[in-house]
Each structure stands twice: as structure tokens, then as C-alpha cells.
């Protein structure tokens, strides 16, 4: 049974009803994010029940030493961790003297949350029976500014309901926080400075080891009944807290409002002595326009993201919600500002998975960023890929790799691989063919090939020479292989020769030996550039295109299919259909060694491949593979089921393509997999969009045209989307009768529609 007390809308994820049980998963669903920095939904005031605390500074880690049980040469020293960032948000909030905390109220009433994605804001409210009875109605309204993403904004506003009462507010900050998931206890902050001046406070800290400065800081502002209320606050300094009291005596009836601006600059930005400076600057802004103008200019923000962003389902408003609530929080947590960062599996909603870095970025996220956004915002993803290059190569020489051979990590905040699993520190290597496959969907998508002589041929020779490194011949097989490994399938470990690994090994050498004579016959100085850098013989491509033209792929001749690796088949082939409710998620219902034995998939390696290298293979073959590993398939990677959605979608099975869908749209607002209170599924989440515009959309680039095959499920009256296409506009509205397109701009385009080739003129509408 899924959760279900998410209510259904079209624009906002709407809580009714105070659960305690409930807390904890609905700070992750209801977390807030800028591209900078994020937070989860924690209350403002002081609870005493179960609760995450998580706020989030992008780009800001600590390296915690690797703990594990018997230590392997190889083994990274640190796993890093996604820092919980000193508090701003607090406000303890006093009720003639009783502090309020709803875990300890006599009753809360109308408790209501809403995420409002349209506009950028998160609001909560109801009425609390304090245990000295007094009842208070509340209503809190928070949002971290796009305009100004150092800054955030809370309005608290308290009406006390059946009597008079003084009220006593504290905005607080506080830098003596700790992360949940630290592995020996460590102290991760070093607070340096408490400062407060007027109304104006500011924690002055540093990560340890890895110092980077933080500057903390908040003003606030109290109003009764909408008039200002012109007096400074009383201050309390510790040594990681500072607070501002102020009290009001409040008549039955009359609604205090305090509000207050706070928020984190950081020394990656500003020089580590003008920190308290920036955020006065920050702070000045941010009274000057004041908390409605700030809203304002959030709504504006969000409207022009959602310009081209949204995607708009009408008749299904759960397919709505879902999708609406993915692409929100990709854009809150990555908006490609920076080449420096990157999108964690977590976003700023939790500290699961530490690093900042996957090959979901790669695999799943680029296609967003790239159609969503205009084409820099992906270059900058793969320019963060070409400034780890030279670490790649120093993981790949921890392993025993040599000659520029380059290894990119599993997990990294740096360029550094922080993972300290085994099976995937080491055996994960399929990593490196998401990178390369992404530099190759990039050029085929926005057209931009400089990239590959600017950068992206240094990073592909890097990986090329790990695969022919990594790969050996086999005598019995006279073919290369590809021994002990793990695919995307983390449910089987160290197996030999994954078809999906090997498959990318000899694409990313084909694929890298070709851009060589490319860039060599286009761009002859920046060849001349790469070669001398990488000392490259053609005696060493030659030894690559050898490994690629003999690579092994394990091939069951009885079912006419690939197998996942060696030795699929010798497992007992019982698919999920009998498996018992009650055993899963089997992660968390089953031994490691059963799992190991099992022929269950947490997300199937070849149709993955079948995924990417879709024109490689007929639709027969594909329909062969989907219908053998489906079956064994449990989902329970984020990552598994926008995929079948796609490939669903291409058999034409729109009603399972359809379940696919909304399991990964809603994956984490129905909490499929029992783990939402550890934080968001961020990087999957493009996967859903992926699910709408290449499953049930059809969009390809063929010949180097967009090609759609739309089809619409069932329930749905029509669906819509925008692409930005080599800085073209295209929207594509389906319905059940017919596919429109719309192209903005000046420019005319041809795209090929079911096959058949169309014409689209600027600012014409288009049916077929």
C-alpha cells in the first residue's frame, strides 16, 4: 500500500491533517531549493517528535573518513558527505511564556501544507491548542528567491484566538548542527564568529578539512495587524547560536507577522574576509524590496521557467501533479548557472548518497537541461566531466590503470571517486560510457560540436584507453572480455561480462576513434594540441579498435536473446508476478546472498542499452529482450521505470507504458519504495520527463531532425510540451485525433512526423 495522503491538484502538492507519522516524509516531499541552496520542509519552531533536519548549501561538503570492514587497496580515504548547513530558519515562537511545538500542543487543528509550484512557495498552517490554553492560529510562508539565491524569506504570521496573550518571538540562527549520516561522529563545522548588530545577525564558520567559509546570517522584521512595530530586538549570543527576542502583547484576535530574510554566503563566491559584508549587501537588498516584492519576483521567476518547462496533461490530474512536481524539483536544484556544480541523486532534500555527482547526470539529466533549458546549461555539465579529467585519471592509477587511462568516480564532489562500496567503487566502471554517450547525445541534440575539440576528445581518449586497459582476451572465447563487474543491475555483483558494459566499452572506443579522425580533418590545431598533450600513436588506436571489433557479448541461443551477463540463465527463472507482496521491496525484506541468487533486477542492464543505442537494434529484438527481462524486473532503482515507460511506449503497450509512467512520475508523492523521508529522488526525476516527450511523445533526432511517433494514453485528453531544438521553440500539443506544432522564433524547420516529413514555418500552427 503506497502512501496516499498527498492530495491530487494540478499546481501544488497539498497536505490536510497533522500526522506525526507523516513528518518526516512530507519534509522531503515539501523541500524548497534555488539552484544554490535548499532546505528540507523543517518547522520553523522548535518539534520534539520525530524529524530530518536538512539544510543544504550547494557545492559544500565534508570529506568523513571511509568506514568500512576490512579495508581494500583502492578504497577512497573519505566518502563525502552533503553537508546539513547551520540553521536560518529557526523562529521559537512563545505563548505567554509556553513555548509552541505541535508535537506537544493539546490539539492542531486545519493543519494544512502546500508547495506551490507555479509560483516558488511553500506555506503551512492550522490552529494549535497550547497546554496552557491559549489557541493560536498560524500561518508560515517560505521561499528561497531565485533573483537572489544567497537569500531566503519567511512570513510567520500568529493570531491568538480565544484570548489575549503575549507573544514572544526569537528568529534564531544556529551553526551547531550535525549530519544524520556522519560515520564516526565528527565535527563538521567550526564556528569562528557570533555577531549581532540592530536587527542584523551573522554566524561566521567553516567545514572542517575542507574549509570553506560560511556566513550565515538574518534580519527580521515585526509587524501587528500589518503596521511595522519599530523596535530592536533583544540578543542572546552562545557559542553557535545567536537569537533576537522580540515580544508583543497581542489582543484576541490580532494577527502578529514577523518577517525574516536569511540565508548563507559562502567563500566560493566571495573572498573568505568580506563574507559578513556580502550578506549585509544581500540584506540590504532584500529590505529595500521587502518580503512581497521578493514574492513577486519569485512568481515572475517561476513563470518564465514554467514558459518552457512545463509539460500540461489534461484529463488525468495525478499524471499532472506528478510530472509538474519532477520537473519543479529539477529546476530547484539545478539551474545551470554554475559548471562547478552538478545534480545529486538528493538534490538539497537529503544526505543519502553524500556526493554530488552520478552517472544519472549523464544518463538521465542532460536530455532535460538540453530541450529545457538553451545549450550551455548542458555544456556546463559536460565541462564539469573535462575539469575532473585529470582526477579520472588519478582514480584509474589507484586501480592500476596507466597511460592517461581514465576512470571517472562512482560518487564526487571534487573529481575524487568517495564511494566505498566494492562491488561499486570498483566494479561500476559502466560510469565511464554514460559520460562518453553523453558527449555524443549532446553534439546530436544541439548541433554544438565544439565542444569535442575544445574539450570532449581529451575526456574520450581518457576513457577509451581505461576500456582497452580494462578488458582482456579470453583464449577459450578468442574475444575480449570484461570480467568482474556490476552493471546498473546493483543486484548482481562482480559478474563477467555484462552485456551492457561491454557493449558501451566498444561503442565509446568506436565512437572515440572516430572523433579522432573528425577533429584531425576539421580542426587540425586543436588535434596537434590533443595529441601532444596525450602522447596517442596510432600503434595504440589500432590496439583499441582491436578490443572493440572482438568484444564478447553473452548470447543465449535457446531464447534468441542477450543475457545480462555470463550465467544469467543458470539462475532459478521465477519472475516478480510470484513473488509475494509481503517480500517486497526485496532490499529491505531479503538477504544480501538472496538477492545475489535471485534473477530479480533492480533496474534491467540491457534494456538500458537497448535504451541508448535504440537505432542499433530492430524492434523485433527489442521486443524479444523487453518481453524476457520485464518480467524479472522489481524496480527498485529510481532509474528503472521511465525507461520501460519509453520502451513501452515505442511497442505500442500504452496502458503498461502508462503504469510506468506514473510510477516514476510519482515515485516519491506515493513513496513506492517506502524511503521518501530519506529525501527526493532528483536525478529520476528527468527521467519522467523523459517518459512523456521520448516515451509517449516519440522524440528522436533522426538524421539530424527532430522525429516524433506520438501516442496518448488511454485516460489522458491531450498532452503538451515545449523543446528548445538548436535554439528553435517547438511545441507539440497530442491529442487523440490529431498532433499539433507551433514554432516560435524566425526560422523554419523540418521535422519528420510518424515518418513522413513536414515543414514548420515560424509561428504557424501545424495539425496532422
Not at 228 to 235: G, K, R, V
Not at 322 to 333: A, D, E, K, P, S
Not at 457 to 468: P, Y
Request: charged share 25%.
Amino acid at each position: 500500500m503506497n502512501q496516499e495522503y498527498i492530495k491530487a491538484d494540478n499546481w501544488s502538492i497539498i497536505e490536510e491533517g497533522f500526522d506525526p507519522e507523516t513528518v518526516k516524509s512530507s519534509e522531503s516531499l515539501f523541500s524548497i531549493g534555488n539552484g544554490a541552496m535548499g532546505q528540507r520542509a523543517n518547522f520553523e519552531e522548535p518539534y520534539s517528535g520525530q524529524t530530518f533536519q536538512g539544510s543544504y548549501i550547494a557545492g559544500v561538503y565534508y570529506p568523513d573518513k571511509t568506514r568500512v570492514g576490512w579495508w581494500k587497496n583502492g578504497y577512497p580515504e573519505y566518502f563525502a558527505k552533503v553537508l546539513n548547513a547551520p540553521n536560518w530558519i529557526g523562529i521559537t515562537v512563545l505563548v505567554d511564556g509556553e513555548t509552541l511545538d505541535l508535537f506537544k500542543c493539546s490539539r492542531v487543528d486545519n493543519f494544512r501544507r502546500e508547495l506551490n509550484m507555479k509560483e516558488g512557495w511553500y506555506q503551512r498552517s492550522f490552529s494549535a491548542t497550547m497546554p496552557n490554553e491559549v489557541i493560536i492560529k498560524a500561518k508560515i510562508t517560505r521561499f528561497l528567491s531565485l533573483d537572489l539565491d544567497e537569500l531566503g524569506a519567511i512570513k510567520y504570521d500568529i493570531e491568538v484566538v480565544n484570548s489575549a496573550a503575549e507573544i514572544t518571538v526569537i528568529p534564531f540562527l544556529d551553526s551547531g548542527i550535525t549530519n544524520e549520516d556522519s560515520n564516526w561522529d565528527d565535527k563538521f563545522w567550526n564556528t569562528t564568529s557570533v555577531n549581532s548588530k540592530g536587527s542584523r545577525a551573522f554566524i561566521e564558520a567553516h567545514t572542517m578539512k575542507t574549509n570553506f567559509g560560511i556566513c550565515t546570517f538574518m534580519e527580521s522584521q515585526l509587524f501587528c495587524q500589518g503596521k511595522i512595530i519599530e523596535t530592536l530586538p533583544s540578543a542572546t549570543k552562545e557559542d553557535t547560536f545567536v537569537g533576537h527576542t522580540y515580544t508583543h502583547q497581542l489582543k484576541k484576535g490580532e494577527t502578529l507577522s514577523l518577517h525574516k530574510f536569511g540565508g548563507y554566503t559562502v567563500s566560493t563566491n566571495h573572498k573568505a574576509k568580506e563574507l559578513i559584508k556580502a550578506a549585509d549587501s544581500v540584506l540590504s537588498q532584500a529590505a529595500e524590496i521587502g518580503f512581497e516584492g521578493l514574492l513577486e519576483k519569485q512568481k515572475k521567476a517561476w513563470h518564465a521557467i514554467w514558459q518552457m518547462s512545463d509539460i500540461v496533461i489534461e484529463g488525468d490530474v495525478k499524471a499532472q501533479q506528478g510530472i509538474r512536481f519532477n520537473i519543479f524539483q529539477l529546476n530547484q536544484t539545478y539551474l545551470g548557472k554554475d559548471s562547478r556544480l552538478n545534480i545529486g541523486p538528493k538534490g538539497f532534500t537529503g544526505e543519502k548518497y553524500g556526493g554530488s555527482t552520478y552517472w544519472d547526470t549523464e544518463a538521465y539529466c542532460i536530455p532535460f537541461y538540453m530541450a529545457t533549458k538553451d545549450h550551455k546549461v548542458a555544456r556546463n555539465l559536460l565541462k564539469y566531466r573535462y575539469e575532473h579529467l585529470e582526477k579520472a585519471i588519478e582514480n584509474a592509477e589507484k586501480l592500476g590503470f596507466s597511460n592517461g587511462a581514465a576512470l571517472y568516480p562512482m560518487v564526487t564532489m571534487n573529481g575524487e571517486e568517495c564511494h566505498n562500496e566494492w562491488e561499486i567503487t570498483f566494479e561500476e566502471i559502466h560510469r565511464n560510457g554514460a559520460i562518453a554517450f553523453a558527449i555524443y547525445n549532446y553534439y546530436r541534440y544541439t548541433g554544438d560540436y565544439s565542444y569535442i575539440p575544445e574539450m570532449g576528445l581529451e575526456v574520450l581518449i581518457g576513457i577509451a584507453r581505461f576500456w582497452h586497459q580494462r578488458a582482456n582476451y579470453s583464449e577459450s572465447k578468442e574475444k575480449f572480455v570484461i570480467l568482474g563487474v556490476t552493471g546498473p543491475n546493483e543486484y548482481e555483483n562482480n559478474v563477467n561480462n555484462n552485456w551492457y558494459t561491454n557493449y558501451l566499452a566498444k561503442w565509446c572506443i568506436d565512437f572515440a576513434t572516430e572523433q579522432l579522425q573528425k577533429v584531425k580533418d576539421g580542426y587540425p590545431d586543436d588535434y596537434a594540441r590533443i595529441i601532444g598533450h596525450t602522447n596517442l600513436t596510432s600503434n595504440e588506436t589500432d590496439q583499441w579498435s582491436e578490443v572493440a571489433k572482438n568484444m564478447y557479448f553473452p548470447f543465449s541461443g535457446k531464447y534468441n536473446i542477450y543475457m545480462q551477463q555470463d550465467g544469467f540463465l543458470d539462475k532459478e527463472l521465477i519472475t516478480v508476478d510470484n513473488l509475494e507482496k509481503s517480500q517486497r521491496p526485496i532490499n529491505q525484506k531479503w538477504s544480501w546472498d538472496r538477492i545475489l541468487r535471485s534473477p530479480y533486477i533492480k533496474q534491467a542492464d540491457i534494456l538500458q542499452g537497448f535504451y541508448l543505442f535504440e537505432d542499433h537494434f530492430t524492434i523485433e529484438e527489442l521486443q524479444r529482450h523487453f518481453d524476457f527481462y520485464e518480467p524479472f524486473t522489481v524496480h527498485e532503482s529510481s532509474l528503472s521505470p521511465c525507461v520501460h515507460s519509453i520502451q513501452a511506449a515505442k511497442l505500442d503497450r500504452m496502458e503498461q507504458a502508462y503504469k510506468f509512467y506514473l510510477r516514476t512520475s510519482r515515485l516519491d508523492l506515493d513513496d513506492y519504495n517506502k524511503e521518501v523521508e530519506e529525501g527526493l529522488h532528483i536525478t529520476s526525476m528527468a527521467g519522467t520527463w523523459m517518459s512523456i516527450v521520448e516515451g509517449f511523445g516519440g522524440l528522436r533526432v533522426l538524421e539530424d531532425k527532430l522525429s516524433f511517433t506520438p501516442r496518448i494514453p488511454k485516460g489522458w485528453e491531450s498532452y503538451s510540451f515545449k523543446v528548445n531544438f538548436r535554439n528553435r521553440i517547438l511545441k507539440i500539443l497530442v491529442t487523440k485525433q490529431e498532433t499539433k506544432f507551433k514554432l516560435e522564433g524566425n526560422e523554419q524547420m523540418s521535422i519528420r512526423l510518424n515518418g513522413q516529413r513536414m515543414e514548420l514555418r515560424p509561428n504557424e500552427e501545424i495539425s496532422a
